[in-house]
């Protein structure tokens, strides 16, 4: 099982954890997503993950990583 995390400091509510949680779900291998809105964390976990299709996902959701 693979384990990626991305710093996404734009997330500040309830909306904003929704968004992200759905658009990273629906990356092809995703099996969970954990946002941590006070942290402002993104926890993937999955088989075959690659940072990049996850970052656009993220990014197609209106929020920027800034760090992994």
Same mark, same amino acid.
Do not use: W
């Given at each position: 099982m693979d %384990? $990626? !995390?991305?710093? /996404?400091? @734009?997330?500040?509510?309830?909306?904003? =954890?929704?968004?992200v !949680?759905?658009? /990273?779900?629906?990356? +092809? @291998? /995703? !099996? !969970?997503?954990?946002?941590d $809105?006070?942290?402002?964390? =993104?926890?993937? +976990? @999955?088989?075959?993950l690659?940072?990049?299709?996850l970052?656009?996902?993220?990014?197609?959701?209106g929020? +920027? /990583?800034?760090? %992994?």
């Amino acid at each position: 099982m693979d %384990k $990626l !995390s991305f710093q /996404v400091p @734009g997330m500040n509510c309830g909306h904003c =954890v929704e968004a992200v !949680s759905t658009a /990273v779900g629906q990356v +092809e @291998g /995703v !099996s !969970s997503v954990d946002v941590d $809105l006070d942290a402002k964390r =993104v926890e993937v +976990e @999955g088989e075959g993950l690659a940072e990049a299709p996850l970052e656009q996902a993220i990014n197609d959701a209106g929020y +920027e /990583v800034t760090a %992994k």
